[in-house]
C-alpha cells in the first residue's frame, strides 16, 4: 500500500533507514578508527543520530498506539515501543560516550581522565556491537507490526489522535504528580523527556497538524508543520508548542552539565548520585513544572485536538 503523503509515512520511513544502515561494518570500521587515534569518527556519529531519530519516532508512534481501545492495537504499540525503546537505549548508551568524551578533550585537566574516557568509549563501542546482534529480528518484528496496524485499522487518523489525547493526559498526570524538582535524574530530566515527547508526537506525523496562524513555525526547523489535506490536518496554536520547546530546551542544557559532571566524577573513581541537584536546576525545574500546571497547556492541547478528531 502507497503511504505518499498519509501521516503516518515517517514510521515506514524510519524503519526503513534503520533496516538499510550497514550497522557492523560501520560500528567496526569507527571503532578501529578510535583504537588508533582516540577520534570519533565525525561521519559515523552523525549518522547514528539521525538512527537515534527514526528509533525515535517509532516508540513515540508506540507510545501513541498503545492507548487505543482495541486490544490488539494497544498490545501492537506497546510493542512496538518497547522493540524501538531498546534500539534506541543502545544508540543512546553509544552517543552519550562520544558526547562525554569530546566534552573531555575540550577540557582543560583532560589529562587526568583522558586515558579512563577513551576506555570507556571502547567498551561501549564493544557493548553496542552486541546489541547489534538482535537490531534486524527486532525491526522486522516492528515492521510487521506497523503493517497489522495499517491494514486492519479502519482509520489510522482517529486511532492516532485517540491516542494522542489520552498520552497527554497521562503526561500530564505525571508532571504533576510524579516530579520531584529537587531531584536531578528523577525530576529535571523526567521532566524534560516527558515534555520532549509531546513535541514529538506533534511534529513527527508531519501532515496530521498545523498552526492556526498562517505562516507560523517557518523559521524553525525543528517547529515546522507541513499539513496535507487529505489528513484533516488538525489546527494547533503556535504558541503551546513554542513554550513546552523552550522548556525542553532549557532543560536540556542544565541536563547536559549534570551528565559531564557525572561521567568526570565516575572516571575518577568517586560515587555518583544521579539524583544530586544544584540550587539553580531546581529552580529552574520547579518553576517549568508550576508554569506546565498552572496554565494547563497540555489539557488545553489535548481538548483541541479531542475536538477536531
Not at 577513551?118 to 527486532?138: M, N
Not at 528523577?186 to 496530521?208: A, E, S
Request: glycine share 4%; aromatic share 10%; with cysteine.
Amino acid at each position: 500500500m502507497s503511504v505518499s503523503g498519509h501521516f503516518y509515512s515517517y514510521v515506514h520511513q524510519s524503519v526503513s533507514h534503520l533496516l538499510a544502515y550497514n550497522w557492523s561494518l560501520s560500528t567496526s570500521k569507527a571503532l578501529s578508527q578510535f583504537k588508533k587515534t582516540n577520534k570519533i569518527d565525525k561521519i559515523y556519529w552523525k549518522q547514528l543520530v539521525a538512527l537515534r531519530t527514526s528509533s525515535f519516532k517509532l516508540q513515540s508512534f508506540g507510545r501513541v498506539v498503545r492507548h487505543s481501545m482495541q486490544p490488539e492495537f494497544s498490545e501492537a504499540g506497546l510493542h512496538i515501543r518497547a522493540l524501538s525503546k531498546n534500539i534506541e537505549d543502545a544508540l543512546g548508551r553509544l552517543l552519550y560516550g562520544f558526547e562525554m568524551h569530546a566534552e573531555v578533550v575540550l577540557a582543560k585537566d583532560k589529562k587526568s581522565i583522558s586515558t579512563s574516557s577513551a576506555s570507556y568509549v571502547k567498551k561501549s563501542f564493544v557493548a553496542f556491537e552486541k546489541d547489534l546482534l538482535t537490531f534486524e529480528s527486532q525491526l522486522l518484528e516492528i515492521h510487521d507490526l506497523i503493517q497489522f496496524i495499517e491494514e486492519l485499522s479502519p482509520c489510522l487518523r482517529s486511532l492516532y489522535l485517540v491516542g494522542l489525547t489520552d498520552e497527554l493526559k497521562k503526561v500530564s498526570r505525571k508532571i504533576k504528580e510524579d516530579i520531584n524538582s529537587h531531584l536531578l535524574e528523577d525530576g529535571t530530566h523526567k521532566l524534560r523527556r516527558l515534555l520532549r515527547w509531546v513535541i514529538m508526537h506533534i511534529i513527527y506525523p508531519q501532515g496530521l497538524f498545523c498552526y492556526q496562524e498562517a505562516g507560523r513555525g517557518l523559521g524553525s526547523s525543528f517547529l515546522s508543520l507541513k499539513p496535507h489535506r487529505q489528513n484533516r490536518p488538525v489546527e494547533l496554536p503556535f504558541e503551546f508548542l513554542e513554550k513546552v520547546s523552550t522548556y525542553v530546551a532549557q532543560l536540556g542544557s542544565v541536563k547536559d552539565k549534570g551528565l559531564y559532571h557525572h561521567y568526570v566524577q565516575a572516571l575518577n573513581g568517586q560515587n555518583v548520585d544521579i539524583n544530586t541537584s544544584d540550587s539553580m536546576t531546581i529552580y529552574m525545574s520547579g518553576d517549568i513544572q508550576q508554569d506546565i500546571i498552572e496554565t494547563k497547556v497540555l489539557k488545553k492541547l489535548r481538548k483541541l485536538i479531542d475536538k477536531q478528531i
